[in-house]
């Protein structure tokens, strides 16, 4: 499923605001359309006609919303005879390209969990099997052999006497050697854990924002920046926000909307630590003081403080 990308601007844009709520409307169902059949926001004049009548048309075309061939927009593609082009739509939007090899992608996860879980189970269907046909022969073989076995004396082999390993005081316990555990397949140095034990994860369960495809768009890059200065990074917020639902599994109905909320807590957060008194004193001889020894400090000089007020009252 793709989604036809609105940043929570866009009510307030005065583009919007000049268009009005049904020009506006008409806005997002051609958005829809676009976004649905991959057209990279070229659209048809039929499907264009269809959803609006000529007058919220001509209202996104005088605003800048929508172009017609040969307008004069430079950031924007020219479309065909006939047709209509939505405005900076591949700033906000994935390419078809992007697109398909999202979901190339995903169907490539999801085939390989299929085949992992599938050899898992035909393996200990295989050692059910065995263990199951060796018991079989087990028991099948116990009668012969205690009929054809030779009669020993009970007594210790090889020398005479005891020996003390032969008898239960200071006997020594040899230790079985531990069982095998499971062979897995070694984990991508860039992709969870890591070890010749360790399972891969994402065949088992694809992550949402994986297999939707999300990636961070130019236009999304320069709202960050835009917005909150060169303060922020916006590829690096991208990947620790992937890193952070990828681990989490949970899903969203917009990604980019999720995306702006990351971006504007992770500010917030920086801004308040910036803004954060410090809990470090400097003293008459240079030496400074953290933590407790500081509060202590400045505790002392509070105290100082009232009893010369009180000296001089």
Known sequence: M????LDDGFDTHPKVRKAGNAAVGLFVRLGVHATKHLTEGHLDGDIVTAYGT?????KLLTVGMLHEP?????????????GFY?????DYNKSRAQIEAAREAARKRQQKGRDTARANR????SAANLGSKSRQNERSSAPNCDENAPLFEDEPAGQEGSSRRDTHEGATVVPSPPLPSQNYDVADVDRGPTGSSAPDLDAYAPSPIDTDGWTLADGLRRWAVNTFGAGIDPDYEAAQFVSHFRSTGQSRRNWNDEYQKWVRRSAKFASERANRPSNVIALPNGQQLTGTDAKVAGWMAIAEQLRQEGDSA
């Not at 000529?54 to 001509?58: F, G, K």
């Open 54 to 58: 000529a007058a919220t048309i001509r």
């Open 2 to 5: 793709v989604w036809f990308a």
């Open 122 to 125: 035909n393996g200990r269907d």
């Open 70 to 82: 040969g307008h004069g927009c430079p950031r924007c593609p020219q479309p065909a005879d006939g």
């Open 86 to 90: 939505i405005h900076d739509y591949l």
